[in-house]
C-alpha cells in the first residue's frame, strides 16, 4: 500500500473508462505498482461486470451472430502474450508507459537542473512529461495553474507536504511546493500536467516566457 | 442464464481450439447485454449493436490472455466493452487512448499473491451488494459505469457538491470491499 494512494473516486474515473489519456495513464501507472490500488481497480471492474450482467438485454438481430460467425475465419485467435520485459535503460517503466517509449526518447536537460522527457499523446488537453532529477536536485519552486497529476517510477523526493516513493500518487491543484530528489537512486516521475505549471522563484519567474513556449 | 465457471469453459475453448460453438454461446448471452449497456450510455441502436459485435469479436481475438483465476468472465468482457465504448467516443471527438492497454493493465501480475479475489461466484456478492447500497449511492455509481462520467461530471450533472459525491462513492466503495473481503474468508 503506497503512502500516498490515488483518491477512489479517482480510481472508479479510470475503471469507468471515463478519464481523459494523461489522467489515465498517471491513474494506470499507479495501479501498476501499488497492489491496493489495483485490488480496488479490480473490484471496480467485477462492479461493472455485474451492473452489466444485470442491466438486461437488448434485442438483438439474429443476422448479427451469422455475420459475426462470418468474419471469424478473418480473424486469428492470438497467442497469449508473453511477459512485460521492460527496455534496456527503462528498467523503472511500468507496463502501461511501454507503449509510449518511442525509439528515439532521450533525456533532454531542462533549464532548472532536471530532465525531462516529452511523452506524446493524442490528449491535448494534458502535456505528458517523465521528468528525471539527481539525487539532492531540486524543481523550481512553482505552483500549478491547472490540475497536476504524479506518479513516481523511481527513487522519491521531499517537499513541504512529506515523502513520496515509488507507486506514490499526487494531485494538484497545490499550494506552492519545491520537490527535492532523495539521496539514492535518480527520482524518476510521470508529470501529467492540465495547463503548464506557473513558476514563482526569482529565477521560475524569469522562465515563465519559456514554460509558455512549452519548455516545461 | 450462462453461470460464471460455463462462461469461463467457453472462453477456454475458444482459446484453445478455436471453438465457434463456443463463440455462438458467449455471444448469444454476453451481445445483447453489451448492447444494452453501450445504449445505457447514450448511444443508438445502431451503434450499440456495432460495439456488441465488436467486442465479442476482441473475445475471440484475445481468448488466450483470459485467465479464470484472475477475473470472472463477466468483468473481462465488461472491460472489453468499455474499452470499445471507448473506441466509439475517439470517434466522436474525445481524446482516445489505446484500449489494448486497458486490457493489459486490467490483468494484474503474475506474481500478485492477491488473485482469484474476483472469480467465481463474487458476481453473487456483487449483486447483493449493489441490492444493499443507498438509492443515492446507486445513482451515482450507474452513472459512472454506465454513462461513462467522472465523478466531477457527475457532480455538475446532479447539481451537488463535489464532497457530497466523492462521499457517496467512497461509502459505495467500503461496502463493496466489506462484501468482497467477506468471500475470502473460509
Known amino acids: 500500500m503506497s503512502r500516498h494512494p490515488a483518491p ?26 501499488d497492489p491496493a490500488a489495483r485490488r ?3 473490484r471496480l471492474g467485477a462492479l461493472g461486470g455485474a451492473l452489466m450482467e444485470t442491466e438486461g438485454d437488448a434485442a438483438l438481430d439474429p443476422a448479427v451472430l451469422e455475420r459475426t460467425l462470418a468474419r471469424l475465419g478473418d480473424v486469428p485467435v492470438e497467442p497469449r502474450p508473453a511477459p512485460y520485459v521492460p527496455r534496456p535503460g527503462f528498467e523503472w517503466a511500468p507496463p502501461p508507459l511501454a507503449r509510449y517509449l518511442r525509439p528515439n526518447l532521450r533525456w533532454r ?105 512549452g519548455w516545461l | 442464464m450462462l453461470s460464471a465457471d460455463e462462461a469461463a469453459d467457453l472462453i477456454e475453448a475458444i482459446a484453445s481450439r478455436q471453438d465457434r460453438a463456443a463463440f455462438a454461446a458467449l455471444f448469444r448471452h454476453y451481445a445483447p447485454r453489451v448492447k444494452a449497456f ?33 477475473a470472472s468472465a463477466g468483468t473481462w468482457i465488461y472491460t472489453i466493452a468499455r474499452n470499445k465504448r471507448i473506441d466509439l467516443l475517439r470517434r466522436t471527438g474525445r481524446p482516445p487512448i489505446d484500449t489494448e492497454d486497458w486490457l493489459t493493465t486490467f490483468h494484474p501480475e503474475p506474481d500478485d499473491p492477491d488473485k482469484s479475489v474476483l472469480a467465481g461466484q463474487t458476481y453473487t456478492r456483487v449483486q447483493e451488494l449493489l441490492g444493499g447500497l443507498s438509492t443515492d449511492q ?46 475470502n474468508e473460509p
Not at chain 1, 474515473?13 to 505498482?33: I, K, M, Q, T
Not at chain 2, 469479436?57 to 485467465?67: E, L, Q, T, Y
Open chain 1, 8 to 33: 477512489e473516486e479517482l480510481l472508479l474515473d479510470y475503471a469507468s473508462g471515463a478519464l481523459a489519456e494523461g489522467p489515465a495513464l498517471a491513474v494506470a501507472l499507479h495501479v501498476a505498482l
Open chain 1, 40 to 42: 480496488l481497480v479490480e
Open chain 2, 38 to 70: 453501450i445504449m445505457r450510455g447514450g448511444a443508438d441502436a445502431e451503434a450499440a449493436q456495432e460495439i456488441a459485435q465488436e467486442a465479442l469479436i476482441m473475445v475471440w481475438r484475445k481468448a488466450a490472455s483470459f485467465d479464470r483465476s484472475r
Open chain 2, 138 to 183: 446507486l445513482i451515482v455509481i450507474r452513472m459512472a459505469f454506465f454513462e461513462d462520467k467522472t465523478h466531477t461530471a457527475i457532480a455538475e450533472e446532479l447539481k451537488l457538491p463535489l464532497g457530497t459525491v466523492k462521499s457517496r462513492i467512497r461509502l459505495a466503495l467500503g461496502r463493496l470491499r466489506d462484501a468482497l473481503e467477506k468471500e
Open chain 1, 109 to 213: 536537460r531542462v533549464l532548472g537542473g532536471f530532465e525531462e522527457m516529452r511523452l506524446s499523446t493524442h490528449d491535448a488537453a494534458h502535456q505528458i512529461s517523465l521528468l528525471r532529477l539527481m539525487p539532492g536536485r531540486g524543481l523550481p519552486v512553482h505552483r500549478h495553474a491547472g490540475t497536476e497529476h504524479t506518479v513516481v517510477l523511481q527513487g522519491g523526493y521531499t517537499d513541504s507536504t512529506g515523502n513520496f516513493g515509488v507507486g506514490d500518487f499526487t494531485m494538484g491543484p497545490d499550494s506552492e511546493h519545491e520537490p527535492i530528489a532523495d539521496p539514492g537512486d535518480p527520482c524518476i516521475a510521470l508529470i501529467v500536467l492540465e495547463k503548464p505549471i506557473v513558476l514563482t522563484g526569482p529565477i521560475g519567474r524569469w522562465m515563465n516566457p519559456l514554460v509558455g513556449r
